[in-house]
């Protein structure tokens, strides 16, 4: 099981001396959306140079031009790209096409999918890396259960891995690694936390 820390609103600078301090806890890095709008693929240059022995995820959550805007992370370093679950299945194609140009991987963000376990069997047999139920930042706090989700794609899933991400906190999350996903995503929990490093840690022991 993968701990992802998501970096979305810190600079390259703060990314790093927070990275330093929890590079031994992490197995993925995130370089979230807003980072990506902010700077582009810039930090996805940067950690793949100082961090080699993590991957590197550019959550670029592609919506059209799978193959373009999946080209442009993965020749910048990125390990894994995003794609959203509710495009259209030529775009996901096209991205799976530049990952195996450049040996990387796509991860499906199933925010928003409404028919969550038909849209996990169609992406899943487009032969997709990893499905990720997301509970969106905006409506983090709703009733909605992102755990219920990850059921749902762990129940669907022949090939692919699963993943979650959105709001997941210490407090929350054995019932996440009971369900076994591969990938646990991780923000603010760790970002905002008061001890960066303990925290990691603490969340990365708790997933064995
Ligand atoms: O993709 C995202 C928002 O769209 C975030 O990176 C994801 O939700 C993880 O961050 P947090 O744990 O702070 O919710």
Known sequence: MKLQIALDTLTINECVELLDEVKDYVDI???GTPFLLEEGNKPVR???ERYPQLDILADTKIMDAGELEATGAFKAGA???TVLGVTNDETII???KAAKTYGGKVMIDMVCVKDLAKRV???DAMGVDYI???TAFDVQGSTKSPLGDLIIINANVTNAKSAIAGGVKLDSLDPIVEANPEVIIVGGAI???DNRATMARTMKERMK
Do not use: M, P, R, T
Request: aromatic residues 4%; charged residues 20%.
């Open 29 to 31: 890095v995130e370089v």
């Open 46 to 48: 940067v950690f793949k």
């Open 79 to 81: 390990d894994i790209v």
């Open 94 to 96: 096209g991205a799976l």
């Open 121 to 123: 069997q169609e992406v």
């Open 132 to 134: 990720c139920c997301h």
């Open 191 to 193: 970002s905002n936390a």
